[in-house]
């Protein structure tokens, strides 16, 4: 089902929430509605169930006008962030609760039911868990009967608020993968909300960035990390290097021999991984030394500062392979070159100057 | 050695142990003053009661509680519980729903309202219904000229009682559902429940036991309730005197036996809701 949103805004009291905010939502895609927290992305992702109402806008499922149904004539599965397992009721008897309260002219018979729950619990691996209550369940398990139970009533979209929020590191890698295969197996439209840009850029197939109610950026991971579109974006995926060269600290780079690739703009943001850092001789005349630096894993994290500006000139993070660290024999206090490959240029001296501003 | 075993095998109670252990005198002082004063003031005025009751054997006992009058109290007592007790339990789930599930304007001044019979003298209470319905009252005229009694008449009982009674069960159901949130009624019905669905397989389960004990409370005091009824009661005996009126009248009267036995089962009632109470809270407290 595809979900389109078009100029959506909600107000909580002066706060304002969602700010006119458009949206196609293609079928079968897994989105990732990602921003900080407050940004309005679990404000969006209720309204699409029918759990809120915008102020103004239409919620438009397939094409029809939902604005005013509510959340029980959607056809939406929707997993809630502490998953709102009913406590009193046996995990079998809560995958059950949406098939038992159907009209009786639409509700199979019981032993429909029971081969369906039996069948969703098999697909998320704890049927054996059947009879348990929800509190003798790990986050996890819970997490996966709760999607379970959203899948039972067969929805076209299914909307997950935060769902590996609550969840130890090492369960929530693994459940990030097995939401992804189980979105390739079911291909149901999905959205989930997340404050997790890894978390994003590992599930999802397309990533909207939110912040302050507003949409900064739609497009798959890769777009997203190679072509922001602003310097939230920038700096929210990843992590990158802001060089504001007009500023006291950055001034130096300037008139430096360090290469940017072009200079369209005042601030520049370059990932870790686009610095290039080559050792030099001891008698050479860099300004640039290696502070500290981190094993990651695969990558070496290298920190540098410019000695001729203690104090004002921040530090600088390059990432290379440990392979290549290993080779280059680099020591702490070494003297290195710098090479930037590539870079992103925002002016952001010049003020923001909204369209809407410009009319007057 | 093995007492040294023993506190590497059990450390944590023995540090305790030792970091709180009071000396003896006053441990077992502050247990005989905790215990005398339960049975000054507890155990031995429920025990004469029962002694009163049987002063002169158990056959006068038993007469006294099958006189016509005591048998009037007990069966206007038991309707005027009959009638409060669900009332009141539809206008507590009401209000405590209201309050916990929606946002609107003077939210905290109706929670205060809620709280106002517990604030204000029963007596008081009493007072204003015999102001509004009485002879003399704001709607007295009417009543009387549509031949309505309500003042010294059974409905001033029952609607003395309900008004004296409604904060119980509110004030049970309202916590305990703020503390539930609404994360499993809105999952119910994004499963497609509907609104009565939701509510008789959702939050019925949940709020049960804290709604039990609500029940159970404000049934003990709709049928203790002493001074509002007393009011707009008028004392006419086997017409409308609740038990609690007819032991004072008994007792006014030198029927010491009958006065006891009427309380006698006023006070075993008050025993089982002591125990029935105490179940509730132990079976809350394994859930």
């Not at chain 2, 009493?126 to 007295?140: E, P």
């Not at chain 2, 003990?220 to 005197?241: D, K």
């Amino acid at each position: 089902m595809s979900i389109v949103l078009s100029n959506i805004s909600k107000k909580f009291g002066q706060f304002s929430a969602l700010d006119h905010i458009d949206l196609e939502i293609p079928e079968g895609e897994l989105v990732a509605l990602l921003g900080p927290s407050g940004c309005g992305k679990t404000t969006l992702l209720r309204i699409i169930a029918g759990l809120e109402r915008p102020d103004d806008g239409k919620v438009l499922l397939s094409g029809e006008d939902k604005t005013d149904h509510d959340v029980r004539k959607r056809g939406i599965g929707f997993v809630f962030q502490h998953y709102a397992l009913f406590r009193h009721m046996t995990v079998f008897d809560n995958v059950a609760f949406g098939l038992r309260v159907k009209p009786t002219k639409t509700r199979p018979s019981e032993a429909i039911i029971r081969k369906n729950v039996h069948d969703l619990l098999n697909l998320v691996q704890l049927d054996w868990l059947h009879d348990r209550f929800p509190d003798q369940l790990s986050g996890g398990q819970r997490q996966r009967i709760a999607l379970a139970r959203a899948l039972a009533v067969e929805p076209k979209v299914l909307l997950l608020d935060e769902p590996f929020g609550a969840l130890d590191a090492s369960v929530r890698k693994e459940l990030r993968l097995w939401l992804r295969h189980l979105h390739n197996e079911l291909n149901v439209t999905t959205i989930f909300v997340t404050h997790d840009q890894e978390e994003a850029m590992e599930v999802a197939s397309q990533i909207v960035v939110l912040n302050h109610g507003k949409i900064e950026q739609k497009g798959t991971p890769t777009q997203i990390y190679d072509e922001p579109k602003n310097d939230f974006v920038s700096q929210f995926i990843g992590h990158t290097n802001v060089f504001h060269l007009e500023n006291d600290g950055d001034t130096w780079l300037k008139g430096s021999s360090i290469v940017l690739d072009n200079t369209d703009g005042i601030t520049a943001h370059v990932r870790p991984h686009h610095i290039g850092v080559e050792k030099l001789d001891e008698n050479a005349s860099s300004p640039i030394s290696l502070k500290d630096w981190q094993h990651l894993g695969a990558t070496i994290r290298l920190e540098l500062t410019n000695d001729e500006f203690k104090g004002t000139a921040k530090v600088i993070y390059a990432e290379m392979p440990s392979d290549q660290f290993k080779q280059s024999r680099l020591k702490k206090g070494d003297k290195v070159a710098l090479f930037i490959r590539q870079a992103h240029w925002f002016n952001l001296e010049k003020p923001h100057v909204p369209e809407a501003a410009t009319n007057f | 050695m093995t007492a040294i075993t023993q506190e590497i095998n059990n450390p944590k109670t023995s540090v305790t142990a030792s970091a709180l252990r009071d000396p003896d005198w006053l441990k077992y002082g502050l247990i005989a003053v905790a215990l005398s004063f339960i049975f000054l003031f507890l155990c031995l005025p429920l025990g004469l009661v029962v002694f009163q009751a049987l002063s002169k054997g158990f056959g006068a006992f038993l007469s006294a509680l099958s006189q016509a009058d005591t048998l009037a109290a007990m069966k206007l007592t038991l309707l005027t519980a009959l009638v409060t007790v669900p009332l009141n339990t539809v206008f507590g789930i009401a209000a405590a729903w209201s309050i916990t599930r929606f946002e609107f304007k003077g939210k905290s001044f109706l929670t205060t309202l809620i709280d106002l019979p517990f604030s204000v003298s029963p007596v008081i209470s009493g007072v204003i219904f015999v102001l509004l319905f009485g002879m003399q009252g704001a709607f007295g005229e009417w009543l009387s000229d549509h031949d309505i009694k309500i003042i010294f008449a059974v409905p001033g009982i029952v609607l003395a009682t309900l008004f004296v009674t409604f904060p119980f069960v509110a004030r049970q159901l309202i916590p305990l559902m703020q503390e539930m949130g609404c994360e499993e009624e809105e999952a119910a019905l994004s499963l497609g429940a509907s609104g009565w669905q939701m509510f008789f397989q959702i939050t019925l389960p949940n709020i049960k036991w804290a709604l039990l004990y609500g029940v159970l409370l404000c049934n003990a005091r709709a049928m203790g309730e002493f001074g509002a009824v007393s009011v707009v009661s008028g004392h006419i005996r086997g017409l409308t005197n609740t038990l609690p009126l007819h032991v004072e009248v008994s007792y006014n009267d030198y029927d010491v036996v009958g006065a006891f036995a009427s309380a006698s089962i006023l006070a075993s009632l008050a025993i089982v809701t002591l125990i029935l109470k105490t179940l509730l809270e132990w079976k809350q407290g394994t859930r």
